[in-house]
């Protein structure tokens, strides 16, 4: 539960920390647009890939895809 909580403060934090600020212009003419949405998106995914999951809920075995 501990890395859940600390890899969403690390996605709200890449989010409105980089993307909402002045950082991001920055950072965007530093690497340039396509590079910082590639690094934006692995890190938002690292951030939430690393942690753990527990299903609360399961799909009846007629809604299964």
Do not use: N, Q
Request: glycine share 14%; net charge positive; charged share 10%.
């Amino acid at each position: 539960m501990a890395l859940l909580i600390v890899a969403a403060l690390v996605w709200v934090g890449v989010h409105v920390g980089i993307a909402g600020m002045r950082l991001r212009d920055a950072v965007v003419a530093k690497i340039g647009e396509g590079r910082f949405r590639g690094l934006f998106s692995l890190v938002s995914i690292l951030a939430l890939g690393r942690s753990a999951t527990t299903p609360l809920w399961y799909a009846p075995i007629g809604g299964w895809p």
